[in-house]
């Protein structure tokens, strides 16, 4: 059938290129780090036949899990990515709540522009812009400098090399995930419920709270589950304005690659950080597939 | 209505799109001063662009990182193409489940994960590392971007025009290219460009799964940013901004166009109705 | 296709409701054009024992029907009834879960839209083609035949000549008003030249006026080309003007197929007789069946009617005694007559100028209404509200309905 080809193409694509390395990955983080290429053991020696399948399994073992679970340094990075994308997260919700809100009250003929000014920035490259904060963060950097000008501080700040640093990198990279889905949530909000809430006796601000706000939380449940999983696992991010006390999962799995080029142990860190983000992922998975039925 | 809040919303759209553009439009301004030191104003000067010109290495990576960009682009808004097609189109099938999944899952998935899972792949495929890696592995993320950008599309166009298409004696396929495809092609040019952006981006999952002869410009400036900040990155990055937004807003007057004409028709046929 | 029979016998085929029509047309005799009737003729189309089941959903139940050449019939049923189903069946969109489907004599049931050349489709949302002209637009489905380009011009041209277009021909759908794309949308399948059109709810997005315009146009061109429609319309008076048969449709099923002056007259069941028209239903007993008419006792309103009998009634059995309002007779003095009448008290008057409505209470507590001319050129009205009034019909003017 003809259709079978359509679905075909791009299926088994990613089951290739998407599916199969997570169970190359999981495999992999059974295994131990070896001096060879590649440089873990044990690998399947095809020649051997079954044998060969029997000793691969019985070498495979929990170790590097064991070893992740009982070093401090790694259970603390994921406590500490989690803690710090949560709280970014939150930070981007403040920030876009208000534009987002400002985009949809807009004209009507400025809100093509206005989105698209939105989503210009994400288009640039992530690496130029995290690299632009540097030279704005750091202590002879241009916030410090204008900051004295204006005689709000006599010392530089150190904020360059921080978890501040982190989190402005975080909200600044992520904002337009989070504008966008809230947009689009409070573009849906018609004004005549706000007349009729206004109407019925409710203060504006009320209102805001009591429908508008109430209304939009598919946009905010949206866009946080958008900036939060990605920023779990960041590596830029912290890698460039995090300082060495910034414990960043991505950053821990990174180094255990490039650097200890400790492929079962970097591997093992992956399946966890999947695991820790399962459910945000599977959540977001729901909210795709809803909103592809109630559209079709 | 809400004329009362205007300053509220206007101080809010201000302030957002400054935090946006500000960094951004500091790091150009920065490229073009004369002194090496990054926050003191030497004056005006073009010489680290011409520093670029001469910069071989860079000059290399800029052209692989173009060519990986065209190739994958291309690979991923075909196949984004056609699983936004079978999402939307083609009803339930068997692992339809599974399907939509793997289409939203790269959306958020970290890059690390992503990127040492397919080198994992390749090595486990004894694949040589290099340009045909990298390719393959932005193809794979960028398609699902793709995916979704036409998706969007094609949910808000009416079934029946295919099915009219095919009432009067078009067989699916060529349906598909007399009918849908013209229409939906507006969002698979802008699948297309957001495609190549993010491959021209891409830092995290090129690294992994780069080899040899193929460094990417993202990897060059990234090795150089670890060492600090200076005016040869900043002259690099503009130009890297300046290709993008010519890009972006080719891309967004073309949707814009055609996003208008539909508003039109839209409009012709609720006066019509009315 | 029978091309040689008179246009105008076609147009002789939606009797009745005459008061839809222009003007100067006067019904004619049934029997000019009910194919339905002769056991000779073989249908152009036929559903056997369709069944249509989406998921634990049934859309269609064991549906069979009989459509003949020329044929102007309606599917008539609310949103949900299943007619957009069974149309889109025989267009090819949906297969049926059990059942064929025969078109000329040939089993189409595995066919794709694109293999089904008798038939085309006009789309509700008429689903044109927003990257082409109107031209395109009509010589779409003739490119896809592969016909010679100057043949295509020429049927195009006829095309937007039959439904003046002509002077849109350059124009993109976006550019047009919604009745003109409604007319380049059966302009484009028309230029097919199907035996079978098909049209789901063709006019639901004009307005009132235009709409009837439509109808008419409808009629015109079904009328010249010969061709078969089949229309699919939530709107009873629309299949009472356009139709020669309507197929009444309720949860999936045919409930009643005949012409509408049967369906209106004779409906067979209280739901074809609610569905089409404002009916009054009084629920009584058959106390005795005398030659030609019945007697029903009334019991909610202590009273008893006489009706024009029906086959296949016994004495004692339950039935209803429906009414059309306009064949109630209002008046403040009691009629003279010997039977059906019965006094309420008037608990509403609706002024519609050409017409009035009279909301009558009666004893059983129901409300009756009934309907009057205002022949007299006067505002003022002789029957007001809680005015005690008599109610009262000839026998042979209800119906009795045993379901």
Not at chain 1, 144 to 158: H, K, R, W, Y
Not at chain 1, 173 to 180: C, G, K, N, T, V
Not at chain 2, 93 to 114: D, K, Q, W, Y
Not at chain 3, 169 to 185: E, F
Request: proline share 6%.
């Amino acid at each position: 059938m003809r259709r079978w080809y359509v679905i075909g193409a791009p299926y088994l694509w990613l089951l290739l290129f998407f599916l199969v390395p997570f169970f190359i990955v999981f495999k992999i983080s059974l295994s131990e780090i070896a001096t060879a290429i590649p440089p873990y053991t044990p690998t399947v020696d095809l020649a051997e036949g079954w044998a060969g399948f029997k000793s691969f399994f019985s070498q495979l073992d929990f170790e590097n899990y064991a070893f992740i679970f009982s070093d401090p340094l790694y259970v603390g990075a994921y406590w500490s990515s989690v803690k710090i994308a949560a709280v970014a997260t939150f930070f981007t919700l403040l920030v876009a709540y208000p534009v987002a809100y400002g985009m949809a009250r807009a004209p009507k003929d400025w809100q093509a522009t206005l989105m698209m000014l939105v989503i210009l920035p994400f288009w640039t490259s992530f690496l130029i812009r995290v690299y632009a904060w540097m030279g704005i963060l750091k202590k002879e950097g241009l916030l410090n400098m204008f900051l004295m000008n204006m005689g709000v501080i006599s010392e530089p700040l150190t904020i360059l090399n921080t978890t501040t640093a982190v989190y402005i990198g975080i909200v600044y990279s992520y904002l337009p995930f989070m504008i966008l889905p809230l947009y689009s949530s409070l573009e849906k909000i018609k004004p005549s419920l706000l007349e009729a809430a206004e109407d019925l006796g409710s203060p504006p601000w009320k209102a805001f709270w009591q429908v508008t706000f109430p209304l939009s939380l598919p946009g905010v449940f949206a866009g946080c589950l958008l900036v939060f999983i990605p920023a779990v696992g960041e590596f830029v991010i912290p890698d460039l304005l995090g300082g060495s006390d910034t414990l960043m999962i991505g950053k821990t799995l990174w180094s255990e690659f490039f650097n200890n080029r400790d492929w079962p142990v970097s591997s093992a860190v992956a399946v966890v950080l999947l695991l820790v983000l399962v459910i945000p992922i599977v959540l977001f998975q729901r909210m795709q597939q809803r909103q592809q039925e109630a559209a079709s | 209505m809400n004329t009362r809040f205007s300053w509220f919303n206007v101080t809010s759209i201000v302030l957002g799109f400054a935090f946006l553009y500000i960094p951004i439009l500091l790091l150009v301004i920065y490229s073009f001063n004369d002194s090496k030191l990054v926050t003191v104003w030497g004056g005006w000067s073009t010489k680290w662009y011409e520093g670029l010109l001469k910069n071989d290495a860079l000059i290399d990576a800029a052209g692989v990182t173009v060519r990986v960009a065209l190739v994958s682009a291309t690979i991923a808004t075909i196949l984004g193409t056609l699983a936004a097609i079978v999402l939307i189109r083609l009803g339930r099938f068997r692992g339809r489940t599974l399907f939509s999944g793997l289409v939203f899952a790269p959306l958020v998935m970290p890059e690390v994960i992503t990127g040492l899972s397919l080198l994992l792949l390749f090595v486990a495929l004894g694949f040589d590392r290099g340009f045909w890696t990298v390719t393959i592995a932005h193809a794979t993320f960028s398609m699902c971007f793709a995916a979704v950008v036409v998706q969007s599309r094609l949910l808000d166009f009416d079934k029946s025009v295919e099915e009219a298409a095919m009432d009067l004696g078009a067989p699916p396929l060529r349906t598909f290219m007399e009918v849908t495809l013209p229409i939906i092609a507006p969002a698979v040019i802008s699948a297309w460009l957001l495609a190549f952006t993010l491959s021209l981006d891409d830092l995290v999952i090129a690294s992994f799964t780069t080899g040899p002869g193929a460094t990417t410009l993202p990897i060059k400036i990234y090795s150089q940013v670890r060492l600090g900040v200076t005016p040869e990155i900043n002259a690099i990055s503009t130009v890297m901004i300046a290709f993008v937004t010519v890009g972006v807003l080719l891309a967004s007057y073309m949707t814009k166009r055609s996003s208008m004409l539909r508003e039109r028709e839209k409009r012709a046929v609720d006066a019509g109705a009315a | 296709m029978a091309a040689n029979a008179p246009v105008a016998e076609a147009g002789a085929a939606k009797p009745a409701s005459a008061a839809h029509k222009p003007a100067g047309r006067t019904p004619a005799p049934q029997s000019n054009f009910a194919p339905w009737k002769d056991p000779a003729k073989q249908p152009i189309v036929r559903f056997e024992n369709v069944t249509k089941r989406f998921g634990d959903f049934i859309a269609i139940k064991n549906c069979s029907l009989d459509i003949y050449e020329r044929e102007f019939f309606a599917l008539l049923g609310p949103s949900g009834c299943g007619k957009s189903t069974l149309l889109r069946m025989l267009a090819g969109f949906e297969k049926p879960t059990e059942g064929r489907i025969i078109v000329g004599g040939k089993d189409i049931t595995d066919l794709a839209p694109y293999e089904r050349t008798d038939v085309n489709m006009m789309f509700q949302s008429y689903a044109l083609f927003p990257h082409m002209s109107v031209e395109k637009n009509i010589g779409f489905g003739l490119r896809q035949d592969g016909m010679a380009k100057a043949d295509i011009d020429v049927r195009v041209a006829e095309a937007m000549a039959l439904l003046e277009l002509e002077k849109f021909a350059a124009r993109k759908p976006h550019q047009l008003s919604g009745g003109q794309q409604q007319r380049v949308a059966l302009a484009r399948a028309i230029a097919k030249k199907p035996r079978i059109m098909l049209l789901d709810e063709p006019l639901g997005a004009l307005d009132k006026r235009l709409r009837q315009q439509a109808q008419f146009e409808l009629m015109r061109i079904q009328e010249t080309t010969g061709t078969t429609f089949i229309i699919v319309t939530h709107d009873q008076e629309e299949a009472m003007t356009v139709a020669s048969r309507i197929a009444v449709m309720n949860h999936g099923e045919l409930v009643h197929i005949a012409t509408p002056g049967d369906i209106y007259e004779f409906p067979q069941s209280r739901y074809v007789a609610q569905f089409i028209g404002d009916v009054n239903v009084f629920e009584g007993k058959v106390t005795s069946i005398a030659d030609g008419s019945v007697e029903i006792d009334w019991p909610a309103g202590g009273s008893s009617f006489t009706a024009a009998a029906v086959g296949g009634l016994s004495t004692g059995q339950q039935v209803w005694l429906a009414m059309r309002p306009e064949k109630v007779r209002i008046s403040l003095s009691k009629p003279t007559a010997p039977c059906n009448t019965i006094p309420g008290k008037v608990i509403d008057v609706g002024y519609l100028g050409s017409i009035s409505h009279y909301h009558v209470r009666v004893a059983s507590g129901q409300t009756v209404t009934a309907l009057r001319a205002n022949s007299a050129q006067t505002v003022e009205q002789n029957i007001k509200w809680d005015d005690d009034v008599w109610l009262e019909w000839p026998y042979d003017a209800g119906m009795v309905l045993d379901k």
